[in-house]
Antibody
Framework: QVQLQESGPGLVKPSQTLSLTCTVS??????????WNWIRQLPGGGLEWIGS???????FYNPSLESRVTISVDVSENRFFLELTSVTAADTAVYYC??????????????WGQGTLLTVSS | ELVLTQSPGTLSLSPGERATLSCSPSHTVSNNFLAWYQQKPGQAPRLLIFRASTRATGIPDRFSGSWSGTDFTLTISRLEPEDFAVYYC?????????FGGGTKVEIK
């Protein structure tokens, strides 16, 4: 079954740019019918959707984060990426990548990475 | 902006009991795009239910989803020890995604 694995620096300084990678295995990122998502879990436990990318490069972003977020995809490497600029302590969270099954009739997140903790601190 | 309100915040029950979790949207949403997830400490969320009432692959039939009017319900018919966890509802709404705040099901 599909596996997703996040990777990133673990610690970022305030005002810097956060960069994370999600590597997809046992499945092709350019399979139609799936969007590839970033979701974070804040220290209080709440889940927040960041955005998604389709294999063509089309993106959708959470309006509350859109000004700071870029999600991109590398089909040849079967990976997708998150960049979040101007980070603050409020961006400290566990970041998950997840596959979204997408159809006109229903949608859901069926496979998730294990998550990576990103701490913003000087 | 859609808000999903989950209640109760915490449910204290014993193994074998029935759990009823509620998810109330701030405005009418399509049941086709409502899902439920289970999360245990240190783990990613796990898909339980999609399309409001369809169990995901491998999910035991003690888990069921339903809706009435605008509200959605996740029911665990008889709690097993491994069911004590946090449960989230989630909705795809036009071009955004919203999660509820979660209900923690704890051992009484």
């Amino acid at each position: 079954q599909v596996q997703l694995q996040e990777s990133g620096p673990g610690l970022v300084k305030p005002s810097q740019t956060l960069s994370l990678t999600c590597t997809v295995s046992s499945g092709s990122i350019n399979s139609g019918g799936f969007h590839w998502n970033w979701i974070r879990q804040l220290p209080g436990g709440g889940l927040e959707w960041i955005g998604s990318v389709y294999y063509t490069g089309s993106t959708f972003y959470n309006p509350s984060l859109e000004s700071r977020v870029t999600i991109s995809v590398d089909v040849s490497e079967n990976r997708f990426f998150l960049e979040l600029t101007s980070v603050t302590a409020a961006d400290t969270a566990v970041y998950y990548c997840a596959r979204e099954f997408y159809s006109s009739w229903y949608r859901y997140f069926d496979f998730w990475g294990q998550g990576t903790l990103l701490t913003v601190s000087s | 902006e859609l808000v999903l309100t989950q209640s109760p915040g915490t449910l204290s029950l014993s193994p074998g009991e029935r759990a009823t979790l509620s998810c109330s949207p701030s405005h009418t949403v399509s049941n086709n795009f409502l899902a439920w997830y289970q999360q245990k400490p240190g783990q990613a969320p796990r898909l339980l239910i999609f399309r409001a009432s369809t169990r995901a692959t491998g999910i035991p039939d003690r888990f069921s989803g339903s809706w009435s009017g605008t509200d959605f319900t996740l029911t665990i018919s008889r709690l097993e020890p491994e069911d004590f966890a946090v449960y989230y509802c989630q909705q795809f709404d036009s071009s955004s995604v919203t999660f509820g705040g979660g209900t923690k099901v704890e051992i009484k």
